[in-house]
């Protein structure tokens, strides 16, 4: 991350302490009715930029200003659980490309992703020209762990490894990485919804992520280093299977304290 240095305009501020009762480190205080920033060594949340009236705040080292919030977007409920409920793992895809701005928007939806102590830990590898090549490498390691994991996990008894076993044949794959599994996958999530919103069918392939674990080659030929992390990877493209209703699932267990 580039350095970022907490301003506060003095001539626009006009002490109404609005940033400091925001500030979920306490690090903001009012003297001689101005804001004050007591240290730079906090999260860079950007509460006080948000919430300023004035605008009297500002973080340095972004590539973009803040957005303007005239009329707050609100969701409509009924049909954001709508399409959770309907939502399916997709693994038949359609020969035809996803767009470059569509994959960009849900990059941007993983991007502003919220993510624990604001540490905006999560990258991303798109593949597309040469996801034949990974799976190929994916595919002939899973192949020769099969027979090993058939004796110790009898539920893929029946498993069969195909060359298209990790990407379906879908266009596009995003390796999502992060030192943080959480923050990893809170990106996911909202990418998936995104891609939803596109038309997109999702498949989270769990086991190409393992492969890549597993993979000294495949590390290589991905360009990773010793410190990425891949935490999920999401196959994306547009379905080639319709579905008339949803899936059933067992009730929410809850207690109430």
């Known amino acids: 991350m580039r350095e970022h240095i907490i301003l506060v305009d003095s001539e626009k501020c006009i002490g109404c302490s609005m940033c400091q009762r925001d500030c979920p480190e306490n690090n903001?205080?009012?003297?001689n009715k101005k804001a004050v920033i007591k240290s730079q060594s906090c999260m860079k949340c950007g509460h006080c930029v948000a919430v300023?009236?004035?605008?009297?705040v500002s973080i340095t080292g972004f590539d973009?200003?803040?957005i303007e919030i005239e009329n707050p977007t609100i969701l409509n409920p009924k049909q954001l659980l709508s399409a959770i409920q309907t939502r399916r793992t997709i693994r038949q895809f359609k020969n035809q490309p996803v767009e470059p701005e569509v994959i960009t928007q849900i990059i941007e939806a993983g991007r502003w992703t919220p993510s624990g102590h604001n540490a905006q830990d999560v990258s991303y590898i798109v593949l597309r020209d040469n996801m034949e090549r990974y799976e190929k490498i994916a595919v002939r390691l899973f192949r020769k762990l099969l027979p090993i994991v058939k004796l110790v996990n009898p539920s893929v008894k029946k498993a069969v490894i195909d060359d298209h076993f990790f990407f379906k044949k879908a266009p596009v794959a995003i390796m999502i990485l992060s030192k943080s599994e959480i923050n990893a996958s809170l990106a996911a999530s909202n990418m998936e919804l995104m891609a939803q919103a596109h038309g997109l069918g999702v498949l989270y392939s769990g086991l190409f992520s393992r492969a890549v674990y597993l993979s000294k080659k495949l590390q290589k030929a991905l360009q990773l280093t010793h410190k990425d992390r891949v935490v999920t990877t999401l196959v994306l493209?547009?379905?080639?299977?319709?579905y008339r209703r949803t899936a059933q699932k067992d009730a929410a267990v809850i207690r109430n304290l």
Do not use: R
């Not at 903001?28 to 003297?31: K, L, V, W």
């Not at 300023?52 to 009297?56: D, H, L, T």
């Not at 493209?237 to 319709?242: A, F, R, T």
């Open 64 to 66: 973009e200003p803040p």
């Open 28 to 31: 903001i205080s009012i003297t």
């Open 237 to 242: 493209g547009y379905p080639n299977v319709n």
């Open 52 to 56: 300023c009236p004035k605008a009297a």
